[in-house]
Each structure stands twice: as structure tokens, then as C-alpha cells.
């Protein structure tokens, strides 16, 4: 019996009302990459517009449109999911690019934030007039130049390069550097991060 089978033998559902259903789950699935998997991935499939998983109750809560799916597409939906969560080994490893993910989501978050204060300075600055005599007439090509959306990702790339080596630099060189076969999976993720920006550059000049 494979786990995802298992799993599902498990999996009780106690509530139903059109447009809801909830699940009692397994513990196996309320935590870690599974219970990440099951919020996130099932949403979009069956109608499901909204997944909710308490794990301290074990509890999946799935709000679905019953004009686009019934519940038993619902609950198809769910067993397809179920083969598609990583295993025990693969939930035990926890792997180094996990968190590199996550910083990079939190980061890439707060630099889209940033570009848009950029943009908006931008355009204020661009329908500025100033006086022909002034320093600010003077000024404002080289800040428009510096301040186009090509300048400004730029910017923010090299900024969230320079920040990643900052967060992770306890952990280059004191466990990537020391062991890069046990690590192999975080020097991909780091080589791969490298290589996307460099074919930026190169795609952007």
C-alpha cells in the first residue's frame, strides 16, 4: 500500500454543507511540506477557492464553488493531492534550499514594494517642471536615467545577492564549505540563483 493510499484511509470527512467541506486528517499531513502542499496546491482545482488547514485540530476546511464542481470532484481533488505530497524521507530532510525559498519570497516581496516607491518617484519626477535655470532642471535627466525600471531592478538584484550571502554566510562556511556533497542541494540552489542573474544581465543590456 503506497502512503498516499494510507494516507487517504485515514481521512474522515466531518462536515458538509454546499460550497464546504471539512476533513479529519491524519497527523502525517499537518505539518512540514505536506501541510504547505495541501494550503497551497489544492486551491485552483475542483472549484476550490480557499483551503484552510488547522494542524493543531488536524483539520482540512476546503470552500469551493458548487456551480463549477460537486463535492465528490472536491474530494477527487483531494486523493489526486495526496499522491503528490512528499514522502516520510523527503519530509525528514528539510533541505537548506527550503529556507533559501523562503527568504527569497519574504525579500522578493519587500523589493517589489520598493520598486513600486521607485515608479512612483519616477513618475513625479518626470512630471515635474522644473525652471530651465534651476540645479533641479539640471539634475532631473541624470535622475530620470537612474531611476528607470532597467537602473532600479538592477539594483534591487544585487541588493537581495548581497543580502542572501549575508543571512547565509554562517552557514557557507561552516557547513556548505566544510561538507559540499552533504550540501549539494543549497550550492544548486546558490549556482542556480547565480546563473538567473547573470542571463538577466545579459538579456537586459
Known amino acids: 500500500m503506497s502512503h498516499a493510499e494510507e494516507w487517504a484511509r485515514q481521512i474522515a470527512v466531518r462536515h458538509r454543507e454546499p460550497g464546504l467541506v471539512r476533513f479529519q486528517l491524519p497527523a502525517e499531513l499537518c505539518e512540514g511540506p505536506r501541510a504547505d502542499a495541501?494550503?497551497?496546491?489544492?486551491?485552483?482545482?475542483?472549484?476550490i477557492y480557499r483551503a484552510t488547514l488547522y494542524r493543531a485540530v488536524r483539520k482540512l476546511s476546503l470552500r469551493y464553488?458548487?456551480?463549477q464542481a460537486?463535492?465528490?470532484?472536491?474530494?477527487?481533488?483531494?486523493?489526486?493531492?495526496?499522491?503528490?505530497?512528499?514522502?516520510?524521507?523527503?519530509?525528514?530532510?528539510?533541505?537548506?534550499?527550503?529556507e533559501i525559498g523562503r527568504t527569497l519570497h519574504a525579500v522578493g516581496a519587500s523589493a517589489r514594494r520598493k520598486l513600486a516607491q521607485f515608479r512612483l518617484a519616477l513618475m513625479q519626477l518626470r512630471q515635474a517642471q522644473p525652471k530651465?535655470?534651476?540645479?533641479?532642471?539640471?539634475?532631473?535627466?541624470?535622475?530620470?536615467?537612474?531611476?528607470?525600471?532597467?537602473?532600479?531592478?538592477?539594483?534591487l538584484n544585487d541588493l537581495l545577492a548581497?543580502?542572501?550571502?549575508?543571512?547565509?554566510?554562517?552557514?557557507?562556511?561552516?557547513?556548505?564549505?566544510?561538507?559540499?556533497?552533504?550540501?549539494?542541494?543549497?550550492w544548486l540552489a546558490v549556482f542556480y540563483l547565480m546563473y538567473l542573474l547573470v542571463r538577466y544581465r545579459k538579456t537586459n543590456k
Open 65 to 67: 464553488d458548487p456551480h
Open 38 to 47: 495541501l494550503e497551497a496546491d489544492l486551491v485552483g482545482n475542483a472549484g
Open 132 to 155: 530651465e535655470s534651476s540645479l533641479a532642471a539640471r539634475l532631473q535627466p541624470l535622475l530620470a536615467n537612474a531611476l528607470t525600471e532597467k537602473a532600479v531592478i538592477n539594483f
Open 70 to 98: 460537486s463535492e465528490r470532484e472536491v474530494v477527487l481533488a483531494l486523493r489526486a493531492q495526496l499522491d503528490r505530497l512528499p514522502g516520510p524521507l523527503v519530509q525528514a530532510l528539510k533541505p537548506a534550499g527550503e
Open 162 to 186: 548581497f543580502y542572501l550571502i549575508k543571512v547565509h554566510w554562517e552557514l557557507i562556511t561552516k557547513r556548505w564549505m566544510r561538507n559540499p556533497v552533504a550540501h549539494a542541494d543549497a
